[in-house]
């Protein structure tokens, strides 16, 4: 059983960054896909960035400001947030599963989820 524990979130001034990180533990990250979701009040939960297992990297539509990583020996996984906006602001879900690459932007696939980290962008 994986657990996961997101943390980094907070306030921001539109235009700053941030790193979000996801740590595991009660299992290695390195076999599975590791990805990030985010929520906003009164909205779907929507894709951000996946990493596979086998490596390949996949975006929602967010002009390149977002950058996910992982580091196999710190079992985390990490976001990096550039250029922030207002519509930025979300809890980020970080989540792992095993599921086909077809379904690598879905969350319906994923096994394991985070608590939750608040990320606030004011203007």
């Known amino acids: 059983q994986v657990q996961l524990v997101e943390s980094g979130g907070g306030l921001v001034q539109a235009g700053g960054s941030l790193r979000l990180s996801c740590a595991a533990s009660?299992?290695?990250?390195?076999?599975?896909?590791l990805k990030w979701f985010r929520q906003a009040p009164g909205k779907e939960r929507e894709f951000v960035a996946a990493h596979s297992s086998l490596g390949g990297y996949f975006y929602g539509d967010f002009q390149g400001r977002f950058d996910i990583s992982r580091d196999i020996a710190k079992n985390t996984v990490y976001l990096e947030m550039i250029g922030v906006k207002p519509e930025d602001s979300a809890v980020y879900y970080c989540?792992?599963?095993?599921?086909?690459?077809?379904?690598?932007?879905?969350?319906?696939?994923?096994?394991?989820w985070g608590q939750g980290t608040q990320v606030i962008v004011s203007a």
């Open positions: 009660g299992g290695s990250i390195e076999f599975y896909h």
């Open positions: 989540g792992a599963d095993a599921g086909p690459i077809s379904s690598i932007r879905k969350a319906g696939t994923v096994e394991y």
